[in-house]
């Protein structure tokens, strides 16, 4: 399999966790975002939709980070990062999307560009957009999961899943973006014990071969 | 089942549309986001997300469109909202996603909101963003589709599926804005022909108890 990915992308990050948990080898396919090598015809020969992270499978291409993880935990079922009743299924899911389709797609690299160059949006202003949906975003997060009885050592359960490899990538972002994290205890406890394990802690960011 | 839910909410649509294709009646629960009721104290005893949609079964509380859709499907199997193949389970949640994380969380109520009263943008700015993120993603979407083997009448052979329960609520959408549309023949054709099938038309906007 080859990977083609982005070391800051968050998106790209979650796919690598998930090939780590599952220990499936992969060909590191570097595609530098801020350099828009992802816009160049090359990059459009590899994927139509001109997106990290690209997985390619033999002679198949996928994208979109959370449908990669469901064909890896398809096509590799241990360990699962889904659980077994659709209950259980329903709730991990949702709690990657509450990330997936709430907070990040508002502060990727093109959005921010679209603030900063077609809206003439200030530092200021860009930093407050930021933090503003990743704080609220990562609030929603931590109501669902906080007393809640299927939480575990992590967002489900403890063994790490889907929903795991979406969030952890979103807490770097945080991170990065100096953004507010004391009101979400049990986000940052989940987070954590993520980052014990090697399948999260030697896939992040700094630890990429593109890593500036 | 009951489906809390808005007429207006496209994310609501898609459940709406995916509950019609399997047959199921439910409870028709509105929830008047403009009027702000999903921050209602009322509702967060309903919703820890204070999102719509929410479906009810039992006593399950089931988040986010997608996963509540692929909950139906794992439930109730008949008819399949998903290909029985993970290259093709694949590509439709990677179409539902291109939507999904790329397009609409740019476009919901709460974003336009901030973008109007925090960042203060006039209505013409608001429009421009609304249709950049429009236009481009269904730009994304239709690439992805025209000339692919595994595209039928629907995103995904011939019948309808995921896939199509998040694009045709996307279309509503970019007509409601006047969205350019004439740059995606594919997908307006397969816009055209779900709008044929009844789990499409009867479930529409302007078809709900709460239709304005």
Not at 88 to 107: S, Y
Not at 193 to 201: G, P, S, T
């Amino acid at each position: 399999m080859q990977l083609y990915n982005y070391f800051r992308s968050s998106a790209s990050y979650r796919v690598r966790i998930a090939l780590a948990l599952k220990g499936l080898a992969y060909d590191y396919m570097p595609v530098h975002l801020v350099k828009r090598e992802h816009q160049a015809e090359s990059y459009a020969a590899v994927s139509a939709s001109r997106l990290v992270p690209l997985l390619r499978d033999g002679d198949a291409s996928l994208t979109q980070s959370m449908a990669i993880i469901e064909y890896l935990d398809e096509t590799h079922p241990q360990p699962p990062l889904l659980p077994a009743d659709a209950l259980g299924r329903a709730r991990v899911r949702a709690l990657a999307q509450d990330v997936a389709c709430e907070i990040h797609p508002l502060n990727n690299l093109r959005v921010l560009r679209y603030l900063v160059h077609d809206l003439k949006l200030g530092e200021d202003d860009k930093n407050r957009w930021y933090r503003h949906w990743v704080e609220t975003g990562l609030e929603v997060v931590e109501r669902q999961i906080a007393d809640h009885p299927a939480t575990g050592r992590f967002c489900h359960g403890d063994t790490p899943g889907l929903a795991d490899c979406v969030l952890v990538p979103q807490i770097f972002n945080a991170q990065r973006f100096d953004c507010r994290l004391d009101h979400v205890p049990t986000v940052m406890r989940v987070f954590e014990a993520c980052m014990q394990l090697d399948a999260f802690d030697k896939t992040q960011p700094s630890a990429c071969p593109d890593a500036e």
